[in-house]
């Protein structure tokens, strides 16, 4: 309040909540804009797929299949995780898991990228396979 009296000597005090109001206002649009900026981004993820590097070993592939602008609860989706170590290698999926919104790309986690649909169908594929030649080992087919 000095700050703004002694940059506008003699103001009155509606002047000054005036003054506060539209401070408020213009932040109240700098957020309205920025989410509206964040929906569109969000929006715009409906249809692609995703890669987390989550630690350079465990990897987790996922599609978004819907506009989850929409959603007020997780967004969930299937989630394949590729984990790599010295001692254990393993392709695993987990039916609707829930994605945390904020490994999305621009929320805040750099660790999650979009890749190309073919690679997100080539890790479903390995894992169908993985899964196929499980059955075959465990029928002793093989």
């Not at 900026?37 to 819907?66: P, V």
Request: glycine share 4%; proline share 2%; net charge neutral.
């Amino acid at each position: 309040m000095k700050e703004y009296a002694r940059k506008h000597p003699g103001c009155s005090l509606q002047e000054y909540c005036e003054y506060l109001d539209n401070i408020a206002r213009e932040e109240a649009e700098r957020r309205r804009l920025k989410e509206e900026e964040n929906n569109q981004l969000l929006k715009s993820f409906e249809g692609k797929c995703f890669q987390i590097n989550f630690n350079r070993q465990s990897f987790g592939y996922f599609k978004i299949t819907k506009d989850i602008t929409a959603l007020r609860e997780d967004v969930k989706e299937d989630f394949y995780e590729v984990f790599i170590d010295s001692n254990t290698t393993r392709i695993s999926l987990e039916k609707k898991r829930m994605i945390n919104r904020q490994w999305l790309p621009g929320q805040g986690n750099e660790k999650c990228t979009i890749v190309p649909e073919e690679l997100f169908n080539k890790v479903v594929k390995y894992y169908q396979e993985m899964c196929t030649m499980a059955e075959k080992i465990r029928d002793g087919e093989l």
